[in-house]
């Protein structure tokens, strides 16, 4: 329980005791840190509710309210807030209460929900650009927020691996090489042998051709017709389009997987569309049987319009004429497959906010159609682009698609430049150098994006985001750093932490009354799918540290019992900083 939850039960009580609903006695943190600790709002609604005077009934609530070992000092602030301020000896046990625990006091999430993360989400025969930047680092920040929390949480790739591109590229390969037997239809392996085992193409083959083929099929209706049928018959199982598929599924994961790995973002399962081919029929016919799915021109929809719509919204297409699948078919059966498979209470879609209107027609269908059950939770956690100083999506200098590689090259290059110049880390062996890059520019690119609400755009600003100066990822990575190498003197020096104490000077209990703040932060960030609110926080904490650090003279401290104390805090502050940045995908080196 912490220290905030504390007050809240006190004063539900001594609500309740007056009549009035407990639920008005919720304490939040002050919002004028100089006069108050703590504040409960309560009074003014429930005043209202009951029908007496404000200030009167926040008087008798502080009344009630009296616990010296708590609360140093209460006082009714305008027409019936009521401000607090705790003691040094509350703030010290709530300290302490956190360094005792190896969670720091956070909570277990009680049932433990089953929560899949649907992030990343490369099409397959794409490489890694800058466009997957989001997807992958804010996915993977709620994705260890939720695990961290105590879900059973399940990150989810979900490649685009079964739609029309595939049949695209399908038909621009046969046009170049027409010999390959994946397109002779009388080829049969039990007489001429298994396909070949090396892929036809590379990755880059496909980023070439993906281009072309969707030029050739815009101005070609023959050749869009060839796509759609080429799509057609990988759904329905064609063996050599099917070998072919696998070929470009392993030379695109294989990159996809590497660069993913170099952005430290690691899912637990590779699924994609293409998983949930199996289901895609029966579930198609069932909605067709209960009237959830009509036939329309041939193709077959499920109205998702609801009567008080302000803006129309289209039926969701299921099938095309021709009887091929589409995004919002596996979509569907998705949905279908984590609630019977991985008995998912919760999924959070990852995914660019102008996707909403898809998302917002597949999970209508998916409650029409009984596929999602009305406690299973669908959510389209939208983000915005990632623009240029001109406010343009963010390109190459030659105006080209960044690829991710070369996003990740250019971040660390400039921290490798940033480090020099600050004569950071320059004394360690070039081996340690380069990996210390590699995380500060990391860390630049990932908290440059997270700090960041993730609907809004943001500018992608190199310099900013790879000072060691401001809200920036190095800085808070260097602050942790610091903490850590005081730490490493203090053991040099035979010091260890020992019991918390009451604060002694102001920069130190500002900073415990931060640090205690740590499982509301997470509850919030959680709640609201926002990894900014924990970047915020980090930041908060490392600001706190180094006023505290800068009053407080650890190192010299003459009273033993003091600087225990505070070896405490400091280590309990290294913990906490570590957790949140681990939380955003950002490590902290050993030293720098
Ligand atoms: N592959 C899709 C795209 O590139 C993103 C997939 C997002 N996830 C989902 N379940 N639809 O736009």
């Given at each position: 329980m912490t220290l905030r939850s504390t007050l809240s039960a006190l004063f539900a009580d001594a609500f309740a005791a007056e009549g009035v609903p407990a639920s008005y006695g919720e304490v939040v943190v002050s919002q004028r840190p100089e006069l108050a600790d703590f504040q409960c709002n309560g009074a003014l609604a429930a005043a209202k509710a009951v029908d007496r005077n404000p200030r009167d009934l926040a008087q008798s609530v502080v009344d009630r309210v009296d616990d010296p070992s708590l609360i140093a000092d209460r006082s009714i602030a305008g027409p019936g807030f009521i401000n607090l301020s705790v003691t040094g000896q509350a703030l010290s046990s709530a300290v302490q209460g956190m360094a005792d625990d190896d969670r720091l006091g956070v909570p277990l999430a009680q049932p433990p929900a089953t929560v899949v993360v649907d992030y990343g989400g490369p099409n397959m025969s794409k490489s890694l650009h800058v466009g997957h930047l989001r997807a992958a680092v804010i996915g993977e920040s709620l994705k260890r927020l939720f695990r961290f929390l105590g879900h059973r949480t399940i990150g989810d790739?979900?490649?685009?691996?079964?739609?029309?591109p595939i049949g695209q590229l399908i038909v621009e390969l046969q046009d170049r090489?027409?010999?390959?037997?994946?397109?002779?239809?009388?080829?049969d392996e039990a007489a001429d042998?298994?396909?070949?085992?090396?892929?036809?193409?590379?990755l880059d083959d496909l980023s070439e051709m993906y281009p072309a083929i969707t030029a050739r099929a815009a101005a070609d209706a023959a050749v869009a017709e060839r796509a759609r049928q080429a799509t057609f018959d990988l759904q329905n199982g064609r063996p050599g389009y099917l070998a072919l598929w696998q070929h470009f599924h392993d030379v695109s994961v294989s990159e996809q997987r590497k660069d993913f790995g170099d952005l430290d973002v690691e899912f637990d399962v590779w699924y994609g569309e293409s998983t949930v081919n199996d289901r895609l029929e029966p579930l198609v016919s069932s909605l067709l049987g209960s009237g959830v799915a009509r036939e329309s021109d041939g193709a077959i929809i499920v109205d998702v319009a609801q009567p008080d719509d302000k803006k129309e919204l289209p039926p969701l297409l299921l099938t095309r004429s021709d009887g091929s699948y589409l995004y919002s078919t596996t979509d569907l059966a998705t949905v279908d497959m984590r609630v019977d498979d991985?008995?998912?209470?919760l999924m959070l879609y990852v995914v660019d906010v102008r996707q909403g209107l898809h998302f917002e027609q597949v999970f209508r269908a998916a409650r029409k159609a009984g596929v999602a059950p009305d406690d299973v939770v669908l959510e389209h956690v939208g983000f915005g682009t990632v623009n240029d100083k001109h406010g343009k999506p963010f390109k190459t200098r030659e105006g080209g698609v960044l690829r991710l590689g070369d996003l990740i090259d250019l971040v660390t290059d400039a921290a490798a430049q940033r480090l020099s110049e600050a004569h950071i880390?320059?004394?360690?062996p070039q081996a340690e150098q380069d990996q210390i890059a590699r995380q500060v520019g990391l860390a630049a690119l990932k908290f440059g994006d997270l700090s960041n609400h993730r609907t809004s755009n943001y500018v992608f600003d190199l310099d900013r985001f790879s000072?060691?100066?401001?809200?920036?990822g190095p800085y808070l990575q260097y602050s942790a750093v610091r903490i850590k190498s005081i730490l490493r003197r203090a053991a040099d020096l035979g010091l260890t932490g020992g019991p918390v104490l009451a604060p002694s000077v102001p920069q130190e209990r500002a900073l415990m009354l931060r640090l205690i703040r740590l499982p509301d932060v997470l509850a919030r960030a959680a709640d609201l799918r926002a990894p900014n609110v924990i970047a915020e926080f980090a930041y908060d904490i490392a600001t706190d540290f180094s006023r505290f650090y800068e009053s407080c003279h650890i190192l010299s401290e003459e009273d033993a019992q003091r600087q225990a104390s505070w070896l405490t805090v400091v280590d309990t502050t290294l913990r906490s900083l570590v957790l949140l940045l681990d939380l955003l995908g950002i490590q902290v080196p050993e030293r720098m």
């Open positions: 790739i979900h490649l685009g691996d079964w739609g029309m090489q027409p010999d390959l037997p994946y397109f002779d239809a009388d080829y042998g298994p396909y070949p085992e090396e892929s036809p193409v590379t991985m008995s998912a209470d880390a320059e004394q360690y000072s060691f100066e401001g809200k920036t």
